[in-house]
């Protein structure tokens, strides 16, 4: 079945970076545009930044762009999400998600991975 | 503040129906036949329940529907149950350079 695994969450210092990584399988992982989703503790969900399936097209939101980078390696199947000079209000859960279609139906999303940003 | 505005809460008691009003503007909800619908339950990734307005993925019930009139988009869930508790998020593409927007979410409370 399709499947989406993050990794790569945990604590970091103001300033410092982080690099998330997301497996995919269960699908044609080259087919799809893929998406970064973030929900800070107790908050709504607020989508982060989104790739093209051949990597050509990549978007961020602005309360993130010239800190994130988003990646993808078609030949293994990840997705990647470079995070550098993090803010505390970086702190979030971070899904991986797929993308059908190029208009936001976001199907399935991963178990999510915790970005603490605290000194 | 988000950019789809949703009310905060909804309740109702099982084997009822409510409604879950998502607004934006003509540069989102409006302009696009492209709003999902996502289920959260505490501590669960979100779950695709309507997309592209009023379609359903395969496996989730026809209980849950969804429509749209001008800058407005809802999600109607009939005959609720106790499982239909939960977080309630509205999605919709948008022609600015954010791709997506989200509203801020409905807690859906079943009595």
């Known amino acids: 079945q399709v499947q989406l695994v993050e990794s790569g969450g945990g604590l970091v210092k103001p300033g410092g970076s982080l690099r998330l990584s997301c497996a995919a399988s269960g699908f044609t992982f080259s087919d799809y545009y893929m998406s970064w989703i973030r929900q800070a503790p107790g908050k709504g969900l607020e989508w982060v930044s989104y790739i093209s399936s051949s990597g050509n097209i990549i978007y961020y939101a602005d309360s993130v762009k010239g800190r994130f980078t988003i990646s993808r390696d078609n030949a293994r199947n990840s997705l990647y999400l470079q995070m550098n000079s993090l803010r505390a209000e970086d702190t979030a859960v971070y899904y991986c998600?797929?993308?059908?279609?190029?208009?936001?139906?976001?199907?399935?999303w991963g178990q999510g991975t915790l970005v603490t940003v605290s000194s | 503040q988000s950019a789809l505005t949703q009310p905060a809460s909804v309740s109702g008691s099982p084997g009822q129906s409510i409604t879950i009003s998502c607004t934006g503007t003509s540069s989102d909800v409006g302009g696009y036949n492209a709003v999902s619908w996502y289920q959260q339950h505490p501590g669960k990734a979100p779950k695709l329940m309507i997309y592209?307005?009023?379609y359903r993925p395969s496996g989730v019930s026809n209980r849950f529907s969804g429509s749209k009139s001008g800058n407005t988009a809802s999600l109607t869930i009939s005959g609720l149950q106790a499982e239909d508790e939960a977080d309630y998020y509205c999605s919709s593409y948008t022609s600015s350079s954010t791709h997506v927007v989200f509203g801020g979410g409905t807690k859906l409370t079943v009595l």
């Open positions: 998600a797929r993308e059908v279609g190029a208009t936001g139906r976001i199907d399935p």
């Open positions: 592209d307005v009023s």
